[in-house]
Nanobody, 123 residues
Framework: QVQLVESGGGSVQAGGSLRLSCAAS????????MAWFRQAPGKRREQVAL????????SYIESVKGRFTISQDRAKNILYLQMSSLKAEDTAKYYC????????????????WGQGTQVTVSS
């Protein structure tokens, strides 16, 4: 089992930046993928970005490409999401997730979740 704890959320004006962190503990050696999801009120949870932990390959949804960067510090077992040029539509609760599967696209493959951190962007 893996425990995930997010931090770094907050309120920011449009155009601003935030960096989210996710500290992982437990059986982190089993992980193959880590990702950031978000869910806004009344909307479905969506996968924002993912990273294949062993090779470092990343993937993003179209709406955040060029603005968000997912990265990892494997020595410290920390996952990051650097968010820049934030927009009001980025407002959501952001969740860190981890998976032991080689398949990384889709929430069904993730069996470890953090409690989430709120990001609010005002226009």
């Amino acid at each position: 089992q893996v425990q995930l704890v997010e931090s770094g959320g907050g309120s920011v004006q449009a155009g601003g930046s935030l960096r989210l962190s996710c500290a992982a503990s437990g059986n982190t050696y089993s992980l193959r993928c880590m990702a950031w999801f978000r869910q806004a009120p009344g909307k479905r949870r969506e996968q924002v970005a993912l990273i294949y932990t062993t090779i470092g390959r990343t993937s993003y949804i179209e709406s955040v490409k060029g603005r968000f960067t997912i990265s990892q510090d494997r020595a410290k077992n920390i996952l990051y999401l650097q968010m820049s040029s934030l927009k009001a539509e980025d407002t959501a609760k952001y969740y860190c997730a981890a998976s032991p599967s080689d398949y990384c696209n889709g929430s069904a493959f993730y069996n470890n979740w953090g409690q989430g951190t709120q990001v609010t962007v005002s226009s």
